[in-house]
């Protein structure tokens, strides 16, 4: 089945420095990738839509200067948080689209001290 | 527009006796039903999908969920329940001509031993 390999897997940063996170589709190539964050027992927020070779769809609310995302390839997607803020604290997951459905990466947990 | 909503917080249930996790939706066409299941610290993982089809879809580990067009409902049901089902499960739906996928709150599975 459909795989999405995301990195790091946890990380803790200073704040205001930058963390890049990356999503590789592993045997499919996915045109689309979804960028949630999630907060503690809460749902799924989307952040934004990435699509191969193009500007990424930001939802409300959601700063593109501040967390920057690439879809460079078929196969990666990068979401990067700049300037990071303890609040930015948290979980992010990436979602590929593949067939009829998604597929998820494992998530990252970051820490920003 | 299309929404998603999972009425329970959380469902307790014995190890051994049936389980339900309610789900219900609303769009403006066909729509496109997943569950999914998350543990903790991780991504989610794809359980059991309905596009069309017999009303009763099978998935992974035993789950199933019927899908009711009149009750606008795709509850997941699982006859056993195991210690081990115990998790954070996400119902999400989309719309035929959408490819971005609205997710349920959430539903917390506790199950005793």
């Known amino acids: 089945g459909a795989v999405v390999s995301q990195h790091p897997s946890w990380v803790i940063c200073k704040s205001g420095t930058s963390v890049k996170i990356e999503c590789r589709s592993l045997?499919?190539?996915?045109?689309?990738m979804f960028w949630y964050r999630q907060f503690p027992k809460q749902s799924l927020m989307l952040m934004a839509t990435?699509?191969?070779?193009?500007?990424?769809t930001y939802e409300q609310g959601v700063e593109k200067d501040k967390f920057l995302i690439n879809h460079a390839s078929l196969t990666l997607s990068t979401l990067t948080v700049t300037s990071a803020h303890p609040e930015d604290s948290s979980f992010y997951i990436c979602?590929?689209?593949w067939g009829d459905g998604y597929t998820f990466g494992s998530g990252t947990r970051l820490t920003v001290v | 527009a299309q929404s998603v909503a999972q009425p329970e917080d959380q469902v307790n249930v014995a190890e051994g006796n049936p389980l339900t996790v309610k789900c219900t939706y609303s769009?403006?066409?066909?729509?496109?039903l997943f569950w999914y299941v998350q543990y903790p610290n991780r991504g989610l993982q794809f359980l059991l999908k309905y596009i069309t089809g017999d009303n009763l879809v099978k998935g992974s580990y035993g789950f199933e969920a019927e899908f009711n067009k009149s009750q606008t409902s795709f509850h997941l049901k699982k006859p056993s329940a195991l210690v081990s089902d115990s998790a954070l499960y996400f119902c999400?739906?989309?719309?035929?001509?959408?490819?971005?996928?609205?997710f349920g709150r959430g539903t917390s599975l506790i199950v005793h031993p």
């Open positions: 045997d499919f190539q996915a045109t689309t």
């Open positions: 990435s699509n191969e070779g193009s500007k990424a």
């Open positions: 979602s590929g689209g």
């Open positions: 999400a739906v989309r719309e035929g001509g959408s490819y971005i996928p609205t």
């Open positions: 769009v403006s066409g066909n729509p496109y």
